[in-house]
Every structure is written in C-alpha cells, then in structure tokens.
C-alpha cells in the first residue's frame, strides 16, 4: 500500500474560538502545509463566520495556505456529499507549484489527472527531468499560460490512496 498522509481531522469546533459548531451551521475551512517538525503533512482548520469575518483575510493571506472553502456542518443524519468545486481544486493545484516534497508533488499529480478528467487541463507533452522524472507540460482550457507537472509514476494503488486523501482534506468530517 502507498504512503498514507498525515492530515488534521476536522474537530468541529472554530479554530480560533474553539466553538462547537452546529449542525446545518456555515464555516470556512482552511489548508495549508504543516511546519516540517510536525507529524502531519497538511493542516485543516474551520472557523466559525464571525471569526472568519474578523480575521479571515489575514489568516487567507497567511503563508503556504493552499485552499479556502466555504462549507455547512452536515446534518448527523446527512448523507455525505461528494460535489468538490472546480475552483478549489485549481487553487490547490497552483498552490502546489514548485514543491519538491514528494509526498505534495503526488499530491499535484493526481490534481492534475482530476483537472484533466474534467477537461479543465490540457496535456501539451513531456520531457525528462534531470532527476529521470517525466515533467509534463500542461495548461488550462481557455488559457495558453502552460504550467509544468512531475509525473511521479505512481501505480493505480498509490494514486487510489492520494485520492483518498484529497477527498479526506475536502470533505472532512466534523
């Protein structure tokens, strides 16, 4: 099996009151990398709208912050949804730009191949790396900026599991 990623589980309560909140309740959740002692690779923080208010550009702004959402504390008898929007994962996958961690640099791959099963990305060509590494060259429908992603040769396992665990970041439970 590959590499599991350590992430914060959502707790529920805001990040910077500590409140529970409450079912059908709204927030905003936030990611960004952990700092390179911890033992979680990512780091998922929700806060409450009256905290996110009064300091959410500060915190948006904050360094390494991958992605922001706007989210509603399911109902304990609601069916988990599954609907990530397209945005989002664009704004992680930029975000991810230039990392040289292997475990972020997967990460980004398997963005790419959702960004491209959703035809938000288009495949140019590739070319060796000086680390023997396939570097595609892509950009975004609509966009000739081109951008440029490690593929890592991940096998159907591995990019099942990095899967998992985006869909662990994006809809984690409260």
């Not at 975000?95 to 475990?103: F, H, K, M, N």
């Not at 890592?152 to 409260?174: F, K, M, N, T, Y």
Request: charged share 30%; glycine share 8%; net charge negative.
């Amino acid at each position: 099996m590959g590499k599991e990623y350590n992430i914060t589980r959502a707790t529920g309560r805001c990040a910077a009151c500590e409140r529970q909140m409450q079912p059908g309740e709204e927030f905003i959740a936030l990611v960004r990398p952990a700092p390179e002692d911890a033992e979680e690779e990512f780091l998922r923080a929700d806060f409450c709208l009256a905290c996110w208010a009064s300091d959410g550009e500060q915190m948006r702004n904050g360094p390494g912050v991958l992605g922001v959402w706007r989210s509603r504390v399911p109902e304990p008898s609601q069916k988990r949804k599954t609907f990530v929007d397209d945005d989002l994962l664009v704004s992680f996958f930029e975000r991810l730009d230039g990392t040289e961690e292997p475990a972020k640099r997967d990460f980004r791959f398997v963005l790419a191949l959702i960004l491209m099963r959703k035809k938000l990305l288009v495949y140019d060509r590739a070319r060796q790396g000086a680390d023997g590494l396939d570097i595609w060259t892509m950009h975004f429908k609509g966009n000739e900026r081109t951008c440029e992603v490690v593929d890592p040769h991940l096998d159907e396992g591995r990019i099942a599991d990095v899967s998992g665990q985006l869909g662990h970041i994006l809809e984690g439970e409260l």
